[in-house]
């Protein structure tokens, strides 16, 4: 069965710079999900997007932004980026908002600024 | 807000039971339960919706009290590859239907020994 689909599977980035976090959600869910976590921490929600447009925001800087396109595949916008955004980033898709049904998360970004 | 588990850490010989709580102080539609290899993506296991039953994922199995909102899991005859940490995530309750995104606990790390 596919998979989310997610790239890089790791990235080293110097601070200041930019970085871009592809996800390929499961064919047929309809919104899709990033997620932040450091070492040894729960996942944070950064933002979600349902039917391609933006459903929901947390603790995403200002310096990240997201969209969905067409296709339904998200990218994940990192600019000026900070030591501290050093972490696993998850991409997830659900059908229907996952209330009943469970998220598919991706195998990760790994991201590390230098 | 952010549902607590407990404990934060059990550490188990292999064919013993154990018992990981998670609870919330706002009104639940549904509870996720993940677990979560190191440095690999969380793995869907099992969900609990307000009103449903008790649901089992081969010797694991969870239930859901609406009126504490309370979801416990629970793992028995543990095996070798239960080791992980294990996320308990909520959905809230609007009207009846799911709304926003999964907020995790802080995870409870599993280990089980030979």
């Known amino acids: ?114 | 807000q952010q549902p607590v588990q407990s404990p934060q850490a059990v550490i188990l010989r292999e064919g013993e039971d154990a018992v990981i709580n998670c609870s919330s102080s706002k009104a639940l539609y549904s509870v996720h339960w993940y677990r979560q290899k190191h440095g690999e993506a969380p793995v869907f296991l099992m969900i609990l919706l307000k009103g449903g039953e008790q649901m089992r994922h081969e010797k694991i199995s969870a239930s859901f009290n609406e009126k504490k909102q309370q979801s416990s899991l629970y793992l028995t005859a543990s095996q070798l590859s239960y080791s992980g940490t294990y996320f308990c995530g909520t959905l809230g309750n609007a009207g009846g239907t799911s709304y926003g995104k999964l907020t995790f606990g802080q995870g409870t790390i599993l280990t089980v020994h030979p």
């Open chain 1, 1 to 114: 069965a596919a998979g989310v689909i997610q790239s890089p599977r790791h990235l080293i980035k110097e601070k200041r710079e930019t970085a871009t976090l592809k996800c390929y959600p499961i064919p047929r869910h309809d919104t899709v999900y990033w997620y932040q976590q450091g070492p040894g921490q729960d996942p944070q929600f950064l933002i979600s997007f349902y039917e391609k447009m933006q459903s929901d925001k947390g603790s995403i800087p200002d310096r990240f932004s997201a969209q969905q396109f067409s296709d339904y595949h998200s990218e994940l916008n990192m600019s000026s980026l900070e030591l501290g955004d050093s972490a696993l980033y998850f991409c997830a898709s659900s059908f229907l908002t996952g209330g009943i049904h469970g998220y598919t998360f991706g195998s990760g970004t790994r991201l590390t600024v230098v």
